[in-house]
Every structure is written in C-alpha cells, then in structure tokens.
C-alpha cells in the first residue's frame, strides 16, 4: 500500500504564490511520474503537471510558465510550485503517484486527499 501525504494548500491573494508538496511512501519498487490534478467545483479533474523519474515535465497549457513541478527521487516528494496564481486556480489539487508494486512490480496508481487552494481576487 502507498501513502501519499500533502501539505501546502490554503488561501492565496490573486497575484501570489504558493507551494504544494507530496511525500509518497509505503511498498512501492519504482515511481514512474508523480504529479497533480486539480478538481474545482463543478469542472472534470484536470491534470496541472507532472514529471517522470528521469525528470520529464509537463503542463496543462493554463499553467504553463506560472507553475513548475519537481521532484527528490530520493525523498520520493513531489513539489508544485505555484505562481502569479488566478482565481481559476482555485480547486482542490490531487497529488498522484504511477509506479510498480514492490516485489509483484504491478502498476499501481495512488492518489492523495488533496490539499485546497483558494485564490482571492
């Protein structure tokens, strides 16, 4: 089983800038990509950024050049660092973990309770 525990979320003003990170433990072999989702209020869960074991990024097109994920593959943590934030921002963000299962080496897929971020205008 894989724990993913995040910290970061909260009240931001428009304009500002916050941080999420995700912290993944439990029986995992391998970690292929760690990233965040985000889900607001009557919207699809929509993939922000994510970033693979050997360092490949990727973003949604509305964060590009505002947000930038990385990662320690030897912490097993994720961080999201998120600035010039718009009251669109504003959801609930999901840290997420693909990797293999230890010893069985199956995919797996987690996912944490995910941190708020609310954006003021």
């Known amino acids: 089983q894989v724990q993913l525990v995040e910290s970061g979320g909260g009240l931001v003003q428009a304009g500002g800038s916050l941080r999420l990170s995700c912290a993944a433990s439990?029986?995992?072999?391998?970690?292929?990509?760690m990233g965040w989702y985000r889900q607001a209020p009557g919207k699809q869960r929509e993939l922000v950024a994510s970033i693979t074991s050997s360092g490949s990024e990727s973003y949604t097109d509305s964060v590009k050049g505002r947000f930038t994920i990385s990662r320690d593959n030897a912490k097993n943590t994720v961080w999201l660092q998120a600035k010039t934030l718009k009251p669109e921002d504003a959801a609930v963000y999901y840290c997420y973990l693909r990797g293999l299962e230890y010893e069985s080496l199956r995919f797996l897929d987690s996912w944490g309770q995910g941190p708020e971020v609310t954006v003021s205008s």
């Open positions: 439990g029986r995992i072999s391998r970690i292929i990509a």
